[in-house]
């Protein structure tokens, strides 16, 4: 499964999760650091990544077109985690996710809780 790490994540989230063995890679290695998010999203379906992000239009923008694809883990409550402390809690929690990345979800991960939701949403 590719990720891509969205531009209100630091580039470090990217390094540490293919130091982890994970396929990431951070918006700004793939010229979308300013793309919007309906490019980034159409990106990330068309490459068939799962974006992570921390930012709430994503999930807003699968319900809204029905989409299945592209699966979103959402960082929430993260803002007081450095970049490495938020990749340390992708780490912990991605190998679980992997199966339901590929088969549409979105993954809404803080650092005391998981919530998955099937695509497309209902």
């Given at each position: 499964?590719?990720?891509?790490?969205?531009?209100?994540?630091?580039?470090?989230?990217a390094?540490?999760?293919r130091m982890?063995?994970?396929?990431?890679?951070?918006?700004?290695?793939?010229?979308?650091?300013?793309?919007?998010?309906?490019?980034?999203?159409?990106?990330?379906?068309?490459?068939?990544?799962?974006?992570?992000?921390?930012?709430?239009?994503?999930?807003?923008?699968?319900?809204?077109?029905?989409?299945?694809?592209?699966?979103?883990?959402?960082?929430?409550?993260?803002?007081?985690?450095?970049?490495?402390?938020?990749?340390?809690l992708?780490?912990?929690?991605?190998?679980?996710?992997?199966?339901?990345?590929?088969?549409?979800?979105?993954?809404s991960?803080?650092?005391n809780?998981?919530?998955?939701r099937?695509?497309?949403?209902?």
């Open positions: 499964m590719k990720l891509l790490v969205d531009a209100n994540l630091s580039p470090l989230v390094e540490v999760l982890a063995g994970f396929d990431a890679v951070h918006v700004v290695e793939v010229g979308l650091m300013t793309a919007t998010d309906d490019r980034i999203f159409d990106v990330a379906t068309e490459e068939r990544m799962a974006v992570i992000t921390a930012d709430s239009d994503f999930p807003m923008m699968l319900a809204l077109r029905r989409a299945t694809s592209p699966s979103v883990v959402h960082l929430r409550h993260i803002a007081e985690l450095a970049p490495a402390a938020q990749a340390a992708l780490v912990a929690n991605l190998p679980g996710l992997v199966p339901e990345l590929e088969k549409g979800v979105i993954a991960l803080a650092p809780r998981l919530r998955l099937d695509l497309p949403i209902r």
